[in-house]
């Protein structure tokens, strides 16, 4: 072969090397558009699917159309005695290609006819309702918009049932001396006071807001922490105090939905808030079934054996990363006692039904926590300790146990209906009987977490070291739960709602708001 033959050979060999280089880049850029273009895949948190039912029906890059289910839905007419409406939470995470799940900020939610998603500047969800009076099973089928990322390998959508609590003023203080702690007016501890859009002055003078201050005794039997710090001054304006529109979560937080929480975390994050078998033992009683407690690791995921049962065994902590996660916030003690009485007239010793008659769930008919079983017996509204004898129920029960009941006090649920202010697990809110409470700002979570699984939101009460006992700071509990005596689960009794405790505790439970949308 001559040279030039040779040189000619080698030029062609490096055409055509070039022409496969060529043809592999435009392969390689059209797998680049394809991978572009397909959709990532959309599913529903299972936790969540316990409450509201969500079925995708189709995934587009950057969309999805869904359809959303709930019972008991209701929406009253303008005018209408209670006149207010129930709604479901919708948020969503992301997981990137690096393993990471992430907030998923949503663009547009647009609901079929009869239905509304409202949602804030803030994008963290959007707020689905129904449009137009009416009432009963719910469903709708859903638009749902986000930025498209190629980073993106799935979406887990979350939806969570809430209820409306309209702006108006209210009464907080049942004037009943057995009520421990109770708020009062100023100038008479016998008479509620009434909380409006007028500055709260606190002060032991009449027309001004002022609280019981006697310590009362714990369930084991020490005296708890005083529920009133005794300072005047003027609450800040920035204060929540009930008379502004707020949504409320219409349920405890669930183990399903807290399952949900973790299985979004980060390893190190979930070790911060997943309760441990040290937190168990520390307690009080041991149990074998942890106090009816069912969230658990199984391989890669956090599940829950029971979804539908209030999730107990919480911190504060724990309880404010799951509403900085899920874009909400806590609520204070006053939006508490408005969520529980609404705008109606207070009843010496009532509870957050409206009455003072309380019967224990002892049982169930049916298969417990399957959302059909029915309480034993059947006029019991919630569960509650009778005497330190009589513990009928160790444990929460599931949301929406009591649904069945034909009355308000039959099914445990407040004016607005919201269900088991008083009794299952205890409510954690910001207390006003503390400074560092009374500083509160409401700022609402932005999904997303510090690297150790704190909320990172500014302004909001936070737990001191954990060294057991109780702490002054700024939290505390309201509601009562399982374990406790009957007055704890008064709508008034703020017996421990300075109490602060910094350990996981078995009959803790938390559920959070949003300030009204949009």
């Given at each position: 072969?001559s ?15 070039c ?232 349920y ?6 807290y ?42 995921q ?45 009843v ?66 407040s ?43 500014a302004?909001?009460?936070r ?11 700024g ?31 078995f ?12």
């Amino acid at each position: 072969m001559s040279p030039a033959q040779v040189i000619t050979w080698a030029g062609r060999r490096h055409m055509l090397h070039c022409a496969r280089v060529s043809l592999a880049g435009v392969l390689l850029a059209l797998a680049l558009v394809q991978a572009d273009a397909a959709p990532a895949g959309v599913e529903a948190g299972v936790g969540s699917a316990a409450m509201v039912a969500v079925r995708v029906v189709k995934a587009d890059p950057g969309a999805a159309r869904v359809t959303v289910s709930w019972p008991r839905s209701w929406r009253d007419d303008i005018g209408s005695p209670r006149g207010n409406r129930d709604g479901v939470w919708i948020f969503a995470k992301a997981r990137h290609a690096d393993g990471r799940w992430r907030h998923l900020p949503l663009e547009t939610v647009t609901a079929e006819a009869g239905y509304t998603a409202l949602t804030p500047s803030d994008r963290t969800g959007s707020m689905l309702q129904r449009s137009t009076a009416g009432s009963g099973d719910a469903t709708t089928t859903l638009e749902v918009r986000w930025a498209a990322d190629e980073r993106i390998q799935l979406i887990r959508l979350f939806a969570w049932p809430m209820v409306l609590v309209p702006e108006g003023a209210f009464e907080v203080g049942d004037g009943d001396p057995g009520t421990p702690g109770r708020f009062h007016d100023g100038g008479n501890p016998g008479r509620p006071f009434r909380v409006t859009d007028a500055p709260t002055e606190l002060a032991p003078r009449a027309g001004a807001l002022w609280a019981d201050d006697r310590r009362s005794p714990l369930p084991a039997g020490a005296p708890g922490p005083t529920p009133w710090d005794g300072q005047p001054g003027m609450l800040p304006a920035a204060f929540p105090t009930g008379y502004r529109a707020f949504w409320l979560m219409r349920y405890e937080l669930t183990q399903g939905q807290y399952a949900d929480f973790l299985d979004t975390l980060t390893p190190a994050q979930a070790q911060a808030r997943a309760p441990s078998a040290r937190d168990f033992s520390s307690g009080g009683l041991v149990r074998p079934d942890n106090y009816r407690y069912t969230v658990e690791r199984r391989g890669e995921q956090w599940v829950a054996a029971q979804p539908r049962w209030s999730m107990n065994w919480l911190t504060w902590e724990d309880g404010i990363a799951v509403a900085d996660w899920a874009g909400l916030r806590p609520m204070s003690e006053l939006e508490f006692e408005k969520a529980a009485r609404g705008p109606l007239a207070a009843v010496p010793g009532e509870y957050a039904w409206g009455s003072t008659r309380i019967v224990a769930i002892r049982g169930f008919d049916g298969e417990d926590g399957s959302g059909r079983e029915r309480a034993r017996p059947p006029e019991a509204n919630t569960s509650w300790s009778p005497s330190p004898q009589d513990r009928p129920l160790l444990g929460p029960y599931a949301a929406a146990a009591l649904s069945d009941r034909l009355t308000r006090e039959g099914r445990g649920e407040s004016f607005w209906g919201a269900a088991d202010l008083s009794g299952n697990l205890v409510e954690m809110a910001v207390s006003v009987g503390l400074a560092v409470g009374r500083a509160f700002v409401p700022r609402h979570g932005d999904g997303e977490l510090a690297s150790d699984g704190a909320a990172d939101v500014a302004d909001w009460p936070r737990m001191g070291p954990r060294t057991g006992g109780f702490g002054l700071y700024g939290y505390g509990y309201r509601g009562g739960d399982f374990f406790n005596p009957e007055t704890d689960l008064r709508t008034s009794s703020r017996n421990v709602a300075n109490f602060g405790g910094t350990r996981r505790l078995f009959g803790l439970g938390f559920r959070a708001v949003r300030s009204s949308v949009p």
